[in-house]
């Protein structure tokens, strides 16, 4: 037992770790999605619920994963079976190993993507000469993304690209491959966003861009579909919900403090989602572009932002750079959630479980790729038109597997944890492994509190967005709640 403990990887430093797990965190869910859910639901007053969820049931859900990782020093599945021997507590693990499963498949497309337009930018192919109109060149530089998304030979190119950087970083193992690679990227992506939002501010017009991140429009928060929304998007945020934290935390050594590198990381998460914001729409502004794009904001609005503006070509490139820094140390805490499991119960070898894993995570990733590709002679697979039923709406393949993992199996793992924490493995023990390397916590007043936030308020609040996800209750846009919205 005692070699077998040797044996397991660990963090060189707390530093390290925080690194790493603000990697995982900090993702395309901070960059595009944050700012787009920011603007359109009333700037300001999202942001403040949006903290507010993340301190009532995000930090706390962070402290539990961590604690259970650390506790056990174990992959996912084997933490639970670690810490309650002989209950059937192990099968969260699997509902985790299917999230990361289902995640990456089609995180690294998204990826991919960001891969694309970095070639793109840099390579200056969008800058297109003024004899044609301004509108004319606006129009040709958004249909990129849709001309590019629509044909399926450079999305796959790049999402194999993307699994294969993954490998790399994954098969170098815990230290050599993670944690150098976090220590080098994520200062690089702090400091690249840094520089954007420096460069924006002195855009002439960018004023408007802060206005509506920050002003409050009191009345939207109190939309229950604004809470939701909230919500969930701080838990995708954080990569809470299927064992990214538990199977970090598990490369921890015992005497580190975990309330405080929960509080790291989510201050990390949160510090980058606003930052963010606050890159992309003074430019937004700026140059009297629309803010609510989407998805699209990024690929398409961004894009256009780059030409017009002074050194855009360079900015455009560390933009998408940073992009792609932020995917990939989130898509190797996808990885390295499976590749623990297989490697440490199947005795593979990193390498090998890493290849294998990865490559079958790419195939599955193929029909999200080309759910954008319209079916035709040349690409008789192209799946746009494929709607899969689905009770609340059929679905293309990437929204579907999208929608079963980030709505299904995060909030059910989520869940599943506080209640386990909350209920199942003992306060004594849980109070008495969360405070080592912090004593303080066991008596301290917020220990209590965060006891108190996993046993009744956390797993409270995420029923409620589970089955707000699948529009067991849904509310109308002016409010009004509505059940089984599409079901039947
Ligand atoms: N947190 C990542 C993002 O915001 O893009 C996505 C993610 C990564 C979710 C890892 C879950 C996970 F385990």
Redesign the pocket.
């Known amino acids: 037992r005692g070699i077998l403990y040797m044996k397991r990887e660990h963090w060189g430093s707390q530093l390290a770790f925080v690194l790493a797990a603000a990697g ?7 960059i595009w999605k944050f700012p787009y859910l920011a603007g359109k639901n009333g700037g300001g007053a999202f942001l403040l619920l949006y903290v507010l969820c993340l301190i009532i049931v995000g930090l706390p859900l962070m402290l539990v994963e961590i604690l259970i990782g650390r506790t056990a020093q174990k992959n996912v599945v084997s933490s639970f079976r670690e810490i309650k021997p002989k209950s059937p507590w192990f099968l969260v693990g699997f509902i985790g190993l299917l ?2 499963f289902l ?1 990456l498949s089609f ?1 690294s497309v998204v990826a991919g993507w960001s891969l694309e337009f970095l070639y793109q930018t840099a390579a200056g192919t969008y800058w297109f000469d003024d004899t044609i109109s301004e509108q004319v060149r606006n129009d040709k530089v958004a249909a990129i993304f849709g001309n590019f998304i629509s044909d399926y030979h450079r999305p796959l190119m790049w999402h194999c690209v993307f699994m294969t950087l993954c490998i790399v970083v994954v098969a170098c193992g815990v230290k050599n491959g993670i944690e150098f690679w976090s220590k080098i990227l994520m200062p690089m992506l702090f400091g690249l966003v840094l520089i954007l939002i420096a460069r924006v501010y002195f855009l002439e017009g960018s004023g408007g861009g802060y206005s509506f991140l920050f002003s409050v429009n009191w009345k939207a928060i109190w939309n229950p579909k604004v809470v939701l929304d909230a919500m969930g998007q701080a838990f ?4 809470l919900g ?1 064992g ?1 934290m538990i199977t970090y935390g598990s490369y921890l050594d015992p005497e580190r403090s975990l309330p405080r590198s929960a509080v790291f990381v989510v201050i990390a998460d949160t510090a980058v989602a606003l930052l963010a914001g606050l890159a992309i729409f003074p430019a937004v502004f700026a140059f009297n572009l629309e803010p609510s794009a989407g998805p699209g904001l990024v690929f398409s609005t961004l894009p256009i932002v780059f030409t017009k503006m002074a050194g855009g070509r360079i900015f455009g490139t560390l933009f998408f750079a940073s992009l792609l820094i ?2 990939l140390t ?1 898509a190797i ?2 990885l390295e ?1 499976v590749v623990a499991y297989f490697n440490e119960e199947y005795k593979m070898g990193r390498v090998k479980t890493t290849v294998v894993l990865a490559i079958i995570i790419g195939l599955f990733g193929i029909p999200s790729a080309l759910s954008f590709v319209a079916p035709s002679a040349a690409c008789p697979l192209g799946m746009s038109q494929m709607k899969i039923p689905f009770p609340g709406g059929a679905k293309t393949f990437f929204d579907l597997v999208d929608h079963m993992a980030s709505n299904l199996c ?1 909030p059910l793992g989520g869940l599943l944890m506080c209640i386990f924490v909350g209920w199942s493995w003992g306060k004594d023990k849980v109070m008495k492994s969360a405070s080592q390397g912090a004593e303080w916590f066991a008596t301290h007043p917020l220990g209590t509190i965060w006891f108190n936030l996993v046993r009744f308020v956390a797993p409270l609040i995420v029923t409620l967005v589970f089955i707000y996800s699948f529009k067991i209750i849904s509310f109308t846009n002016e409010g009004t709640l509505v059940f089984f919205k599409g079901w039947f």
């Open positions: 995982s965190a900090v993702g395309l869910g901070n999230a990361g995640i995180y995708f945020s954080l990569s299927m990214a932020a995917a989130s805490s996808l959630v995060l």
